[in-house]
């Protein structure tokens, strides 16, 4: 008897077929869109993942920035989707959005980096001051989730919680004024190269040191397919929250079928030791 899916997984192979009608393609020379085109091992992973992923689509590499944008965006549509139907676990008025432009100042629009804005103009006016600081305390995320003010009476709808001689300071009080809450700072990775895992955690470590207030969630999604290359970025801690593979049940599968051992036990303990989860469990983890 055939059973209906349950939403994560279709949303999970709607997110998959957006990414095969754009950006996961095949070329003439049977490479992968996501693999290093001179790298054996992330050709056959690749090639492996796609057949899992039924890649029919055949056409050129795309320009890395395109791609980059284009996965962005289909990201951004997944979270969207899965994370406004856990209102039940996590209530709110939630947004989440792609970042467009490369604003570097971005995350001073909300609540917990604010202060970063009189932070530039203060370092406009004083190049001793701007060499001191640098660029540390520019962030632009790929894509943002927010959490937009309450209203008192919404904060008050089960009883009279708060008025005007009380909770003056919270920052989720509409009544005191403020900015957004920034809930998660999501960084989207086509593919990893050294640098592009440097750029990420420099990102997460800014995050953290800038921030006045609660510390959002800072994770990364990327359809890299090499184990080695997700270890670079996905281990060790204080920086990011956790790495978010685009289809690690098929990598698991195709990391067997190709009988690649040591790239499996690698991924094995990034996996084992809570450091890269599969795309669909993202939405659960931006609830907690």
């Given at each position: 008897?055939?059973?209906?899916?349950?939403?994560?997984?279709?949303?999970?192979?709607?997110?998959?077929?957006?990414?095969?009608?754009?950006t996961?393609?095949?070329?003439?020379?049977?490479v992968?869109?996501?693999?290093?085109?001179?790298?054996?091992?992330?050709k056959?992973?690749?090639k492996?993942?796609?057949?899992?992923?039924?890649?029919?689509t055949?056409?050129?590499?795309i320009?890395?920035?395109?791609?980059?944008n284009?996965?962005?965006a289909?990201c951004a549509?997944?979270?969207?989707?899965?994370?406004?139907?856990?209102?039940?676990l996590r209530?709110?008025?939630?947004?989440?959005?792609?970042?467009?432009?490369?604003?570097?100042?971005?995350?001073?629009?909300?609540?917990?980096?604010?202060?970063?804005?009189?932070?530039d103009?203060?370092?406009?006016?004083?190049?001793?001051?701007?060499a001191?600081?640098g660029?540390?305390?520019?962030?632009t995320?790929?894509?943002?989730?927010?959490?937009?003010?309450?209203t008192?009476a919404?904060?008050?709808?089960?009883?009279?919680?708060?008025?005007?001689?009380v909770?003056?300071?919270?920052c989720?009080r509409?009544?005191?004024?403020?900015?957004?809450?920034?809930?998660?700072?999501?960084?989207c990775?086509w593919t990893?190269?050294?640098?592009?895992?440097?750029?990420?955690?420099?990102?997460?470590?800014?995050?953290v040191r800038?921030?006045?207030?609660?510390?959002?969630?800072?994770?990364?999604?990327?359809?890299?397919?090499?184990?080695?290359r997700?270890?670079s970025?996905?281990?060790?801690?204080?920086?990011?929250?956790?790495?978010y593979?685009?289809?690690?049940?098929?990598?698991?599968?195709?990391?067997?079928?190709?009988?690649?051992?040591?790239?499996?036990?690698?991924l094995?303990v990034?996996v084992?030791?809570r450091?890269?989860?599969?795309?669909?469990?993202?939405?659960?983890?931006?609830?907690?």
């Amino acid at each position: 008897m055939m059973t209906t899916p349950v939403d994560f997984i279709r949303a999970r192979q709607k997110f998959h077929a957006h990414l095969l009608e754009s950006t996961l393609t095949i070329n003439s020379a049977d490479v992968v869109s996501n693999a290093d085109s001179s790298n054996t091992t992330s050709k056959a992973i690749a090639k492996g993942i796609a057949e899992w992923l039924k890649v029919e689509t055949v056409s050129n590499r795309i320009a890395g920035q395109t791609s980059g944008n284009q996965f962005e965006a289909i990201c951004a549509e997944f979270v969207r989707e899965t994370f406004r139907k856990l209102q039940h676990l996590r209530p709110g008025v939630w947004d989440v959005r792609q970042v467009s432009g490369r604003n570097r100042l971005e995350i001073a629009h909300y609540a917990q980096y604010a202060h970063l804005v009189a932070l530039d103009n203060a370092a406009r006016n004083n190049p001793d001051l701007a060499a001191a600081l640098g660029s540390d305390y520019t962030i632009t995320p790929d894509i943002v989730v927010t959490r937009n003010l309450e209203t008192d009476a919404t904060i008050n709808a089960q009883g009279t919680l708060v008025d005007d001689n009380v909770s003056k300071l919270a920052c989720l009080r509409e009544e005191n004024g403020g900015s957004p809450l920034l809930h998660a700072s999501i960084s989207c990775k086509w593919t990893i190269r050294s640098d592009r895992a440097q750029n990420a955690r420099s990102e997460a470590l800014n995050l953290v040191r800038n921030r006045k207030g609660h510390l959002p969630h800072v994770v990364v999604v990327t359809a890299e397919p090499t184990p080695s290359r997700l270890a670079s970025i996905a281990l060790g801690t204080g920086d990011i929250d956790c790495v978010y593979h685009f289809a690690l049940y098929e990598l698991q599968k195709t990391l067997d079928a190709l009988n690649f051992q040591d790239a499996a036990d690698l991924l094995s303990v990034m996996v084992d030791g809570r450091r890269l989860k599969d795309i669909s469990d993202l939405p659960l983890d931006l609830a907690v």
